[in-house]
Nanobody, 117 residues
């Protein structure tokens, strides 16, 4: 059974940085590398927002609001997805979730990011 386990969130002042991690347990390498992966974020009562995408070929896409500040990456050996967040702003506050596109219906518990001004 595949599990997505997010970690690394916390409370940080505006302008600070955090690295979010997503460990995907129970996945084999060929599946891990064979599909795009994403980071989403959600504020209670609001729609979930796609923040960053890592394509299978290494290409990346970001929502305009985080371009130049966030970097999505992965480690195949560790079966992990990362989101490096820099120059954080209060509007980045949300619960962040990772997604492996092979497992469309599988979500983790997310990790909370709170940016204070």
């Amino acid at each position: 059974q595949v599990q997505l386990v997010e970690s690394g969130g916390g409370l940080v002042q505006a302008g600070g940085s955090l690295r979010l991690s997503c460990k995907i347990r129970g996945i084999i390498l060929s599946v891990f590398t064979g599909n795009a992966m994403d980071w989403y974020r959600q504020v209670p009562g609001k729609q979930r927002e796609l923040v960053a995408t890592l394509e299978t070929g290494g290409g990346t896409n970001y929502v305009d609001s985080v371009k130049g500040r966030f970097v999505i990456s992965k480690d195949n050996t560790r079966r992990s997805l990362y989101l490096d967040m820099n120059d954080l702003k209060p509007e980045d506050s949300a619960r962040y979730y990772c997604k492996h596109r092979f497992y469309r219906d599988v979500w983790g518990q997310g990790t909370q990011v709170i940016v204070s001004s």
